[in-house]
């Protein structure tokens, strides 16, 4: 990708998000000298994978947010997207300001409970900030409770133990097998064993029923997190990792023909969104079938602006097929488990290759900048 490509003046892409699918498009725009614009309601890039270490380990949280505007300069705002103009192909931001485009990108990831993630609107310093008063929470709680067993949720609890080895940790999860369903049984069972080896306590099966009258993320002793089943587990800091949802407020209603039930758009096999040739979606807010996975979104990136360099060029689209399940799970800094292309891996691959630093050096290389010690 090293040559340039000659564009008339009518061509502008807009990217509408800057997580990972957003910089990941971006940074192969600005490769290629296409003419685009970066919209992010926040000033910096939230490598969230290692938000859940962030929360726990006291002045990592500056590794996890990358200015937009050092990397991309004039071709970032900061602004939020309140609509879409399909005919006239413009976007209006909250300022009232109109940006044009004549490709657009839609990238605009999901949310959910913090830690995991952080959609709010503030600077990147007092994003950090929001951060290591977290860990100080963390610190006072001798007895924490992680609610959800997904990826994130046993993510959450071997960080904690890793850090933190004298706590006492609870993770309860409503179904009966820990981490995703579409991880390998073998994968699944490891997580657990891992878990319980660490010393976490483990309730499966089981759902929060007074979610709503719990303090989460905040030190508070002798609270009491009640389950469906009747059990009871006294604790000092409850911390929720469920409920991702798809930010579709921004193309809601230009594309309400076009969502799937959880809000996703519904994309053909060149990424497209249905019925329009220069309207794309990657990463979570792409209905495809796979896990919404930062990895997938930089490979959805890849071939929407693969497509649109072609549609530029006149050369045929490139299709995007979901492939055999990579997924690894890091299990604090010294452990690890998950499946590449399918097949199980233990600890002596996943650690090195994500536990360790959690791909954060991987972003400051790909946003151009050093990463703080």
Not at 18 to 27: C, D, H, P, S, T
Not at 81 to 104: A, P
Not at 328 to 356: A, D, E, H
Request: with cysteine; glycine share 8%; aromatic share 8%.
């Amino acid at each position: 990708m090293g040559s340039k490509l000659s564009v008339d003046e009518s061509v502008r892409v807009l990217i509408v998000g800057g997580g990972f699918g957003g910089i990941a498009a971006a940074n192969q725009l600005k490769s290629w000298g296409v003419p685009f614009i970066l919209v992010d309601m926040r000033d910096a890039f939230h490598h969230n994978v290692a938000a859940l270490r962030a929360s726990v380990d006291t002045g990592f949280a500056p590794k996890t947010f990358i200015s937009y505007s050092i990397t991309f300069g004039d071709s970032f705002r900061q602004a939020k997207v309140v609509s879409i103009d399909l005919e006239k192909q413009h976007v209006l931001l909250h300022d009232g300001e109109e940006l044009s485009f004549s490709h657009l990108i839609l990238a605009t990831g999901s949310d959910g409970p913090f830690p995991g993630k952080f959609n709010r609107i503030v600077d990147r310093q007092s994003a950090i900030q929001t951060y290591e008063d977290m860990v100080k929470e963390v610190q006072k709680a001798p007895r924490l409770v992680v609610v959800g067993g997904g990826a994130a949720g046993v993510e959450m609890a071997a960080e904690i133990k890793t850090e933190y080895p004298d706590k006492e940790v609870t993770l309860i999860h409503s179904k009966i097998a820990l981490a995703d369903v579409e991880l390998l049984p073998s994968v699944r069972q490891k997580v657990k064993e891992i878990l319980i080896q660490m010393g976490v306590h483990i309730l499966l099966s089981e759902r929060v029923s007074n979610l709503a009258m719990l303090t989460l993320n905040q030190f508070k002793e002798n609270m009491i997190v009640k389950t469906d089943k009747g059990t009871e587990i006294a604790t000092d800091m409850v911390i929720l990792c469920t409920g991702i949802k798809v930010n579709s407020s921004a193309y809601r209603s230009a594309f309400s023909d076009k969502l799937a039930s959880d809000g996703a758009l519904k994309v053909n096999e060149h990424l497209q969104v249905e019925g329009y040739d220069n309207v794309y979606a990657i990463g979570d807010c792409a209905h495809v079938k796979e896990p919404k996975m930062a990895y997938h979104a930089g490979l959805h990136a890849n071939v929407v602006v693969t497509n649109i360099i072609n549609s530029l060029t006149q050369k045929p689209l490139k299709t995007y097929k979901p492939g055999s399940l990579t997924f690894l799970l890091s299990m604090g800094k010294n452990n690890g488990v998950g499946q590449i292309n399918g097949y199980y891996v233990g600890c002596f691959i996943v650690t090195p290759i994500k536990s360790r630093d959690l791909f954060v050096s991987k972003s400051w290389k790909e946003m151009r900048q050093r990463m703080p010690c």
